[in-house]
């Protein structure tokens, strides 16, 4: 009687610690686990050295622009980069390739929709932005390009 009740007693002392052993496996894993909320965290691209949300590399993966018209001062919503730039206020039409020698008013996050801060890195190679991070969400895009 008394050997068995000893052997309960180890039981119930192996089930208290496996299940304490359970629960801080748990904790501990719960944070690396994807899931659907914001804690969605990777890096952007190699090429940033930032840590971001999400984000791309590319001119052809830039986000959104906001040009404004030389003529009539309205703005101009560019939706990829290599759309026609089409003002809907006047008649006035660019191409994709005059990008550069509009005024551009800001980037707007294909993520949330919020303005962008963008920026150069090198002013006197390139007249365009060649990276647009986003404040609210943590988007990040930048230019690809070679030396």
Not at 1 to 23: D, P, T
Request: aromatic residues 12%; contains cysteine; hydrophobic residues 35%.
């Amino acid at each position: 009687m008394r050997f068995a009740a000893q052997i309960s007693g180890v039981r119930g002392a192996l089930r208290a610690i496996f299940g304490w052993v359970q629960r801080v496996a748990k904790r501990v894993a719960a944070p690396l686990r994807k899931q659907d909320g914001p804690n969605k965290f990777r890096l952007s691209s190699a090429d940033t050295g930032t840590t971001t949300y999400d984000g791309s590399v590319g001119w052809g993966n830039r986000p959104p622009a906001v040009l404004e018209c030389p003529r009539c001062a309205s703005d101009i919503f560019q939706h990829n980069a290599h759309d026609g730039i089409d003002c809907p206020r006047c008649v006035a039409e660019f191409s994709y390739e005059e990008f550069a020698d509009l005024e551009l008013r800001y980037l707007q996050c294909p993520v949330c929709r919020s303005e962008m801060q963008h920026g150069q890195r090198h002013p006197h190679k390139f007249d365009f932005p060649e990276w647009a991070t986003c404040d609210g969400c943590r988007y990040h895009w930048e230019f690809k390009h070679s030396y």
